[in-house]
């Protein structure tokens, strides 16, 4: 059983639209992070979130924390073919600092 | 953010030899490190967590005479594949955790390993 579960898991759109992408748990973490990664590479931390209905941005990027502290999202607005990547989330439990990955949604935005 | 290398990039063995992966963590100390391998277009499978000093703690299913760590200070880790194979070709990957802060982890740009 994956302990959290992401969505979609992969995801072709044209240059222009909108998309969000979903990481659900049942359990409560203490942290949550997004992470970006291109082929061959290695993740790139995008943002952490720590408090319960927390909103960040990061330009077009814009991640949600759960209030419950159990789920996230990231919606990116206007996506461009630089957005194309692989988008990790990965929860942290209290008194464990050992993340756990989501399954990873695999993006593509076509020109 | 905090910036951590990996060394070699890239590695072509024989079947039946041992390789040795290096994850450094550049700006920052890192009591912890995290040994990942990654297959073709799916998530990160933790291996093993590194503390330094003591033993690492290897997951469920994952031979630790097998996959060797030694995180030797506070900025150095390694991972030997001991006696290749051509199943253990994957793309590994390490990660340092802060030890202040939002102990955020920041990851090494990983180690394609083939073995012939």
């Known amino acids: 059983t994956q302990l959290l579960e992401q969505s979609p898991q992969f995801l072709s759109i044209q240059e222009g639209e909108n998309l969000t992408v979903y990481c659900n748990s049942s359990?409560?973490?203490?942290?949550l992070q997004w992470y970006r990664q291109e082929p061959g590479e290695g993740p790139v931390l995008l943002v952490t979130?720590?408090?319960?209905?927390e909103v960040k941005k990061l330009k077009r990027l814009t991640f949600q924390f759960g209030d419950a502290r159990k789920d996230s999202s990231l919606h990116i607005t206007a996506a461009q073919p630089g957005d194309t990547g692989l988008y990790l989330c990965?929860?942290?439990?209290?008194?464990?600092?050992?993340?756990?990955f989501g399954r990873g949604t695999s993006l593509i935005v076509h020109p | 953010g905090a910036v951590v290398s990996q060394h070699p990039s890239w590695v072509i063995c024989k079947s039946g030899t041992s390789v040795k992966i290096e994850c450094r963590s550049l700006?920052?100390?890192?009591?912890?490190m995290f040994w990942y391998r990654q297959f073709p277009k799916q998530s990160l499978m933790l291996m093993a967590t590194?503390?330094?000093?003591?033993?690492?703690?290897?997951e469920q299913g994952v031979e630790k005479d097998k996959f060797l760590i030694n995180h030797a200070s506070l900025t150095l880790s390694t991972l030997t594949v001991t006696s290749a194979h051509p199943e253990d070709s994957s793309f590994y990957i390490c990660?340092?955790?802060?030890?202040?802060?939002?102990?955020?982890?920041?990851f090494g740009p990983g180690t394609r390993l083939t073995v012939t």
């Open positions: 590194s503390n330094e000093g003591s033993k690492a703690t290897y």
């Open positions: 979130v720590v408090t319960g209905g």
């Open positions: 700006d920052f100390q890192a009591t912890t």
């Open positions: 990965a929860g942290v439990r209290g008194g464990s600092y050992i993340p756990t």
């Open positions: 359990s409560v973490f203490s942290s």
């Open positions: 990660s340092a955790r802060e030890t202040t802060g939002l102990h955020e982890q920041y």
